[in-house]
């Protein structure tokens, strides 16, 4: 479990930005989603606001 944290913590040390964000565009594009939902966050809406945790 450590292990699988300190990857998740540290990722860019383990695999190329690239790499990471092509892998995180790929993901989006199989599951239908919107890169920015991926993120978390839509244009114009702060992060919690676009899931509904404000409101």
Do not use: F, W
């Not at 913590?9 to 991926?38: F, Q, V």
């Amino acid at each position: 479990m450590g292990q699988m944290l300190d990857y998740a913590a540290n990722g860019a040390r383990y695999r190329p930005a690239a790499l990471l964000r092509r892998s995180l565009e790929e993901t989006c594009k199989a599951d239908g989603r919107l890169l920015e939902e991926a993120y978390g966050c839509r244009r114009g809406v702060g992060r919690g606001e676009a899931d509904g945790a404000n409101g």
